[in-house]
Nanobody, 127 residues
Framework: QVRVVEAGGGLVRAGDSLRLSCTTS????????WGWFRQAPGKEREFVAA????????YYAESVKGRFAVSMNNAENTMYLQMDTLKPEDTAVYYC????????????????????WGQGSQVTVST
């Protein structure tokens, strides 16, 4: 069994920064890509950012480009999301997702492209 754990959420003011982390435990496996999604109250879960393990390609939602940065520490099996210049509209529960290494097409924005999910970490940005 694979367990995905996010950490680093909290309450901040608009313009502040926050860094989320995500790691896995349990059964060892090779990962292909890791992603961040978020869900605000009353809204659908949406893609935020993703990173491919081999090569380090990164992808971002338009709403966070230039403010958020996703990175990966392969040695520690940990992904990070550095969030700068936070806005109230960034308030949401942030979920980490991981895709295993196997065939098929990886569509970074689609939830079905990921196999393992964390429980989420609340990020609240006040005005």
């Amino acid at each position: 069994q694979v367990r995905v754990v996010e950490a680093g959420g909290g309450l901040v003011r608009a313009g502040d920064s926050l860094r989320l982390s995500c790691t896995t435990s349990g059964r060892a496996f090779n990962s292909y890509a890791w992603g961040w999604f978020r869900q605000a109250p009353g809204k659908e879960r949406e893609f935020v950012a993703a990173i491919v393990v081999v090569g380090g390609s990164t992808y971002y939602a338009e709403s966070v480009k230039g403010r958020f940065a996703v990175s990966m520490n392969n040695a520690e099996n940990t992904m990070y999301l550095q969030m700068d210049t936070l806005k109230p509209e960034d308030t949401a529960v942030y979920y980490c997702a991981v895709r295993g290494y196997y065939g098929g097409t990886y569509r970074y924005k689609e939830r079905d492209s990921y196999d393992y999910w964390g429980q989420g970490s609340q990020v609240t940005v006040s005005t």
